[in-house]
């Protein structure tokens, strides 16, 4: 049977996080399907055609789907799932509201955030605050999955060549309404993709200063991140949240400024390829991660970063 | 109007775990346990509600070994006012504890539900979405903000890249995020009030509910560890050492 990958998109842009689902997919077997679910959202299938290695794209274009309640379409999910071995999605927001929704009314386990493909029906997954790892086997007929992002290479943007088809299938439950949204704007790379990221914590003080890691972050191309408390703290928004309860990330380079490494912030990050803290607490325990580890004083060094660079 | 919220025992979010050596699973012997900290979110919230006028009782409830009582105490002492136990000492995964869950918000006939967005330790990040598809209610997931306003509630949700607002009709399931509120301490003379406040025990066989597996944990292991960094002196050595030696700049 085949595999449904449940496109994440805005209604005209692909996320690149529906690409390393496509990966993960394909290691579980062959034929990869592709659910664009959204309102005008043609484009979005269109680009799910040309990824590599998926077999057939579903377009369910219907004004019910437009922000991707869960409510709603969860039922489109369960309905279209019903015929497939393994329904996948990237464990964005998106997918972690509305996919234990449809694992439920298909009455099956949802194996959450899986960093590895053992076999076709085995997964790894990291479990208090990936200070373990399970290898979970799932029992059920239609395995229900959310991939961490950062556990798969993206599958080729280009070379597929699927076909598009059309579902009309309407689904409203009527219970949910969108009324808004407040997206924050930024020019730099998304943190979830990025090939570098820098962070800040409590150290950087306050908001203003973080300028001085948003500078650095111009010179390297860099997302910039946080910590919670740096977000607790009011100095930056909640969406650049790094940690267990914030976003994952892996990139090439992980600069990790005035941030301690508790154990909730270690979750979303130890997993980058070269880690670097700059600190003045010699004790800190982010340098028991840190490849590389600078004892000093931020407001000092930070400057001095971006000049070199 | 009825509140329900959900706690969970789990260990404390600063214990670092250690893997059992037969890989088994971790080790939670004489391992501090704790209530899971978006449970105490949800639990504060409730009580809030109830604070403003606008929840007329609060009702708790813990799946699990008889321990978990400890933690409904807690939740007692925080201001809910009674308690439900559902005692197993079986593994209750997530759609076993919506399907419990669902029999329990028949039952009680809740106007809203508050669980947290996810336990710290399985990382699962379900339960209350599942509990929202088992009885048909919306559900507000990782909420910041949540206002009732007559017949529904509004909630502010934490998505990548901001927020998200949704009105959702009553009854409905909502799911704690962090930054929604500070939750309080219990107060001494509150521990000892919730001593008495009502705690009502029941099974699994008591809801009709069978306890089945959906997966198989094969083994535990530990994280892959990461090789031993070094220290540098100044700026320009980190510069070099991430342009020589790592290349990654």
Do not use: W
């Amino acid at each position: 049977m085949a595999i449904l990958v449940i496109a994440e998109h805005d209604n005209s842009t692909l996320k690149a996080a529906t690409l390393n689902a496509v990966t993960a997919a394909t290691q579980m077997g062959s034929d990869v399907h592709v659910l664009v679910a959204g309102a005008g959202c043609l484009a979005v299938a269109e680009q799910a055609a040309n990824v590599q290695g998926v077999s057939q794209v579903l377009l369910a274009d219907d004004a019910t789907y437009e922000h991707q309640l869960a409510e709603n379409i969860s039922l489109l999910i369960a309905e279209l799932g019903k015929d497939y071995s393994h329904i996948v999605v990237p464990a964005t927001t998106s997918g972690k509201n509305f996919m234990p929704r449809v694992a439920a009314l298909l009455d099956v386990a949802q194996i959450s955030e899986i960093v590895r493909v053992d076999s076709a029906d085995t997964f790894d997954r990291p479990i208090y605050a990936g200070n373990a790892i399970a290898t979970v086997q799932s029992l059920d007929a239609i395995k229900v999955i959310t991939v961490r992002t950062t556990g798969f290479d993206a599958a080729s943007a280009e070379g597929g060549n699927a076909s598009i088809q059309s579902v009309s299938v309407s689904h409203n439950a009527g219970t949910s309404a969108y009324v808004g949204a407040q997206i924050v704007k930024s020019d730099r790379p998304e943190l979830t993709s990025a090939r570098v990221v820098i962070s800040g914590g409590r150290g950087m003080g306050n908001g203003e200063n973080f300028a001085l890691i948003e500078k650095v972050a111009d010179k390297l191309g860099a997302a910039v991140g946080a910590s919670r408390a740096a977000v607790d703290a009011g100095f930056v928004p909640n969406d650049m949240q790094v940690g267990q309860t914030g976003k994952i990330v892996a990139p090439d380079l992980y600069i990790a400024v005035g941030i301690s490494g508790a154990i909730q912030h270690l979750a979303g990050m130890k997993d980058s390829k070269v880690i670097v803290a700059i600190n003045k607490d010699e004790e800190a325990p982010i340098f028991q991660v840190a490849d590389y580890g600078l004892v000093a004083d931020l407001f000092d060094v930070v400057p001095k970063l971006e000049q070199l660079l | 109007m009825k509140v329900l919220v959900t706690v969970k025992r789990v260990i404390d979010y600063n214990v670092k775990v250690r893997v059992k050596s037969d890989n088994s699973d971790v080790d939670l012997n004489n391992v501090k346990m704790a209530m899971n900290p978006f449970c105490e979110i949800a639990v504060e919230e409730a009580v809030r509600l109830k604070e403003a006028g606008v929840a007329t009782e609060v009702v708790v409830v813990s799946l699990g070994s008889k321990s978990c009582q400890e933690q409904l105490r807690t939740a007692l002492a925080l201001g809910a006012d009674r308690a439900i136990h559902i005692e197993s000492d079986e593994v209750l995964e997530s759609l076993t504890v919506a399907k419990l869950l669902q029999k329990v918000v028949a039952d009680e006939q809740p106007g809203l539900i508050i669980m947290g967005k996810q336990a710290i330790d399985t990382d699962n990040n379900q339960t209350g979405q599942m509990l929202a598809a088992l009885t048909g209610y919306p559900q507000g997931t990782f909420a910041s903000k949540v206002t009732i306003e007559g017949d529904n509630v509004q909630v502010i949700r934490e998505v990548d890249g901001g927020l998200q607002t949704v009105s959702l009709t009553l009854p409905a399931i909502v799911t704690t995020d962090l930054r929604l509120n500070e939750p309080r301490y219990a107060s001494l003379p509150n521990i000892m009030k919730a001593k008495r406040k009502p705690l009502e025990v029941k099974t699994p066989a008591d809801l009709g509910v069978e306890v089945k597996a959906h997966t198989r944990v094969v083994k535990v292991t530990p994280p892959a560890e990461r090789k031993a960094g070094i220290k540098v002196a100044c700026v320009e050595e980190l510069v070099d050492k991430l342009k020589n030696e790592a290349k990654v700049i």
